[in-house]
């Protein structure tokens, strides 16, 4: 153990005394002091945190949360959940952190901050996002329900669309084929019709990526009129490649530009979207008799036919 941790350690053991004192009765002291142990505790557990010893940090800032909530300051608590989240990342424990963030958000919502509830699970979202996917999507869901509660549909809008990348992410085309329309219309709600634009396109080739191109072809005439030019020049062209079963045509439409341009995971999207079948063309020698086009990124670039 290094002099720093040392030091740390017991500055943190000496914190947690006085927390404990603090909370002791006597003939003379009939009520806790709630207020001085969760401070105690805090630090206490700031200080372990630095040396190290992550389990002892946590069980200080489990006990500051204990006071908080004894002295209903249910903003304090659920920023000590937060921290608890922050020591997971150090820990490498992210999959404990769904139950921190929830009960965080909860107590914000308790205390009337709604838009700090979002923001807790919104930042559980990012942290996890990485290695524990669907976690985040559940904080991600979790905190969009939040934010509609309050009607701010701007915020709504910024959830919805994390929602949506993350399904797509996942592969979860038709949870975010639902998705994708739930940003659509908060969108119209703000007249933010600039961006509709690229989520039709999005959601066009989500609807072919399930196979659906009749869907495909349902949403564009419904939503198409929002579209930048270049948008439905390609949406109509792509669309009939698919109608003619063209794959060629197809594989150069997903490739545009704008669309490798847009948010990453539709990018990738639109290297793995099934292309038409088409009429087979004779093989050169040497191909491979099972060769096509693949739904694995890697797989995709390395055949060379949506590039």
């Given at each position: 153990m290094s002099g720093v941790a040392a030091k740390k350690i017991a500055e943190a053991e000496n914190l947690v005394k006085q927390a404990e004192k603090s909370l002791k009765l006597s003939m003379l002291k009939?009520?806790?002091?709630?207020?001085?142990?969760?401070?105690?505790?805090?630090?206490?557990?700031?200080?372990?945190?630095?040396a190290k010893s992550y389990d002892k940090s946590k069980d200080c800032?489990?006990?500051?949360?204990?006071?908080?909530?004894?002295?209903?300051?249910?903003?304090h608590a659920a920023k000590s959940y937060e921290q608890i989240i922050l020591l997971s990342k150090d820990a490498d424990t992210l999959?404990?952190?769904?139950?921190?963030?929830?009960?965080?958000?909860?107590?914000?919502?308790?205390?009337?901050s709604p838009e700090a509830a979002a923001s807790a699970l919104d930042k559980a979202a990012k942290l996890t996002e990485s290695k524990h996917p669907d976690m985040a999507l559940r904080f991600y869901q979790h905190a969009l329900e939040v934010i509609m509660i309050e009607d701010s549909v701007r915020q709504a809008a910024e959830i919805a669309s994390k929602v949506a990348r993350i399904l797509v992410k996942?592969?979860?085309?038709?949870?975010?084929?639902?998705?994708?329309?739930?940003?659509?219309?908060?969108?119209q709600q703000t007249e933010s019709y600039g961006q509709i634009g690229r989520l039709v396109v999005a959601l066009v080739m989500v609807q072919l990526a399930r196979g659906d191109s009749v869907e495909a072809e349902k949403t564009f005439r419904e939503w198409g009129n929002c579209c930048e030019p270049e948008e439905v020049s390609t949406l109509q062209t792509l669309l009939q490649a698919f109608d003619d079963e063209d794959p060629e045509l197809a594989a150069?439409?997903?490739?545009?530009?704008?669309?490798?341009?847009?948010?990453?995971?539709?990018?990738?999207?639109?290297?793995n979207i099934p292309l038409p079948q088409g009429i087979q063309v004779e093989k050169k020698a040497g191909d491979n008799d099972n060769a096509?086009?693949?739904?694995?990124?890697?797989?995709?670039?390395?055949?060379g036919g949506l590039c």
């Open positions: 009939w009520v806790p002091d709630y207020d001085s142990a969760a401070d105690e505790y805090s630090k206490a557990a700031t200080a372990y945190r630095i800032f489990l006990k500051s949360i204990d006071c908080y909530k004894n002295n209903k300051s249910w903003f999959h404990e952190v769904e139950e921190y963030a929830n009960k965080a958000a909860n107590l914000y919502q308790q205390h009337g996942l592969g979860r085309y038709e949870e975010a084929t639902n998705a994708l329309k739930k940003e659509i219309s908060l969108n150069r439409m997903l490739a545009s530009p704008f669309i490798r341009h847009m948010d990453v995971e539709y990018a990738i999207l639109s290297k096509g086009f693949e739904t694995n990124d890697n797989e995709a670039e390395d055949e």
